[in-house]
């Protein structure tokens, strides 16, 4: 799929099908271009199927000549509540609307948004709604997708906007592929071998621990939880140095849990067990942003990732609810809930992380359900004691398409961690679980790192699909770390 910004006026641009945004209650010169191009009576027309241009508003149009063959309109709401995120829920409705053909023309309004950012927002709407994956299925159904895709009516410099959109998109894929895929394709090793191809195809850095690496490091918290499964963790580290040397040095950490039972404190029938293969999505979203960084290959910035994968499973060699786990930083842990084990594997994997001296390290994780209870499956939770570092993920966020609110980090709820044999408790009472994990992993972050920890639980997957996202893995988190690496990394 190929973009581009031509000058063409609307009523000229000849393709198979035009779609254009309407404000609700347009009048004016957008709808007289229209009219002139399809024929009189058009706004009556709209007034007779009930299309008052508001959002969700959907109108699909076909003639036999002259080309365009079909017209789809779609309901932008009121001009005052225009923005980027409004344009892609456009773009994403048109896309979705279009018929069968080669040449896409999108004619939305752009006044007062950037127009770089206006151009990669519908462009980046346009493919990531078009995804499918068929990978899985005896016969393939997929929808026949454009070929050329013009933005139409854009400021001049707009098509700058385009240069990251196939590389943002393929990481968004990317991770999108990996959540979806079932636990017996997606395992530690298949995270391992994903982080290899891109390793070789874009001339990465990749070291890869093995169990005995970790045991020699200290890892008792990572390997505790993997030492129930049968397939070996992999400890993955991948990294991306810009030619000419950098100036800042980033640190990107996605919960790797291929497959998560829950342990011995077993995830039971209403607990989703059987879609616990998500509970990787975090270390698909930095794959995924791995893959897109080092096709950009932002200057100044050295990005490392990094992914404890394994399996948090039930067997003679699982660790058990009261058992005392030792991280690499040398604090205990009692494990009261072998079904919060992602926080283990990240505590040791956040104290790697800072012996890199980093500038800033964010983690990424499907790590609460509480989470998911507070803040739904549209927004993510973002914890930091850094307020640079917050506010410019925040805005990384808002720039790519992605949600987030940041929430409290209440010290006097770290009591509730309090354990009576060991220096803590891998999980606090329920109320204000989100909150209780980050200021869990706190305490493997050192004093005065900026460090922020991003709970994806209720973002990677969408059951009916939402917006860009079709139903199923959403490869969330992806454009937020583009965007926030590839403007330096700001903390």
């Known amino acids: ?17 035009l779609g254009v945004g309407l404000f609700q209650g347009e009048t004016g010169e957008r709808l007289e271009a229209l ?5 009189p009576g058009l706004q009556a027309l709209l007034e007779r199927q009930s299309f008052k241009g508001k959002p969700g508003d ?21 001009p005052g509540r225009f923005d980027l995120e409004a344009l892609r829920s456009g773009a994403a409705a048109i896309a979705k609307a279009a018929g069968p053909g080669k040449e896409l023309g999108l004619a939305l309004p752009s006044e007062g948004l950037e127009p770089r950012s206006a151009a990669r927002a519908m462009a980046e709407a346009v493919r990531l709604s078009l995804y499918t994956d068929q990978r899985f299925r005896s016969e393939a ?3 026949p997708i454009p070929e050329l895709v013009s933005l139409l009516g854009l400021a001049e410099g707009a098509a700058g906007g385009l240069e990251s959109v196939a590389a943002t998109c393929a990481g968004v894929e990317l991770a999108r592929q990996l959540v979806a895929a079932p636990p017996n394709v997606v395992t530690p090793q298949a995270l391992a071998d994903t982080a290899a191809a891109i390793a070789s195809e874009f001339g990465l850095e990749l070291k890869v621990l093995e169990r005995a690496d970790c045991e020699a490091l200290g890892m008792g918290a990572y390997l505790g939880v993997a030492q129930g499964s049968s397939l070996p963790p992999k400890f993955i580290h991948l990294t991306y140095r810009p030619l000419g040397g950098s100036s800042r040095r980033l640190v990107l950490i996605g919960k790797g849990l291929t497959f998560d039972s829950g342990g011995y404190n077993l995830k039971t029938g ?5 879609m616990m293969k998500y509970d990787m999505g975090g270390s698909a979203a930095v794959l995924g942003a791995a893959r897109a960084i080092a096709e950009l290959r932002p200057a100044g910035v050295e990005v490392h ?17 009261g058992d005392i786990l030792t991280a690499s930083n040398g604090k205990t842990i009692e494990v009261n809930n072998t079904d919060a084990e992602g926080r283990l594997t990240l505590a040791d994997a956040l104290v790697y992380a800072a012996g890199l001296e980093p500038d800033a390290v964010v983690d990424l994780a499907t790590l609460t359900g509480a989470c998911v209870i507070a803040l739904g499956d549209e927004i993510a939770g973002l914890w930091s004691p850094s307020d640079t570092l917050a506010a410019a993920l925040l805005e990384a966020g808002r720039s790519g398409g992605e949600a987030f609110w940041r929430m409290p980090m209440q010290a006097s709820y770290k009591k509730g961690l309090k354990s009576p044999v060991a220096d ?4 606090g009472p329920r109320p204000g679980g ?6 869990f992993l706190q305490d493997f972050v050192p004093a005065g790192l900026a460090w922020a920890h991003l709970d994806i639980a209720g973002t990677v997957w969408s059951d009916k699909g939402r917006g860009l996202d079709p139903a199923g893995a959403t490869g969330f988190g992806v454009r937020t770390l583009v965007e926030w690496v590839s403007g330096g990394g700001a903390a």
């Open 35 to 39: 009219e002139a191009r399809f024929g």
């Open 1 to 17: 799929m190929q973009f581009s910004c031509p000058s063409t006026p609307l009523a000229e641009w000849s393709g198979d099908t």
């Open 141 to 143: 159904d997929a929808k």
């Open 58 to 78: 959907c109108l699909s149009l076909t003639q036999l000549q002259p080309a365009p063959l079909r017209l789809v309109l779609v309901g932008l709401g009121e």
């Open 270 to 274: 209403g607990s989703q067990i059987e």
């Open 305 to 321: 990732v990094i992914v404890a994968a394994c399996e948090n499973m039930i067997s003679g060699e699982a660790i058990h609810p």
């Open 434 to 439: 989100a909150i209780t994990a980050a200021l």
């Open 424 to 427: 803590m408790k891998n999980t």
